[in-house]
């Protein structure tokens, strides 16, 4: 398997999910994936794990300050409406 499959990069993104959280910027320069929102859309949807998303500000390594996602990996199965604090 490549190691840029979707297949490869689901992985690395969940074993890092399962360690701590995760941010945009941080899976695209750490964990070389590009496509974040994808690979979380498909552990989400596909596989049912609950990541939700939270919004913060992060600095990239070229020191401009972004908005971008912190993913979170909880136990049980992932519900949309988890995503919006609806339960």
């Known amino acids: 398997m490549s190691k840029h499959s979707a297949q490869a990069q689901r992985t690395r993104l969940l074993q890092r999910l ?3 959280a995760c941010s945009t910027v941080e899976a695209r320069h750490e964990l070389d994936i ?11 949807h596909n596989y049912g794990f609950n990541i939700q998303t939270r919004w913060t500000e ?11 996602a912190k993913y979170v990996l909880f136990t049980g199965k992932y519900k949309e409406s988890n ?4 339960k």
Not at 83 to 86: F, I, K, T, V
Request: aromatic letters at 4%; charged letters at 30%.
């Open 83 to 86: 995503e919006h604090g609806n």
């Open 58 to 68: 992060e600095k990239n390594p070229g020191g401009g300050h972004h908005r971008v």
């Open 18 to 20: 399962q360690e701590k």
């Open 34 to 44: 590009l496509g974040v929102a994808p690979r979380v859309y498909e552990l989400r």
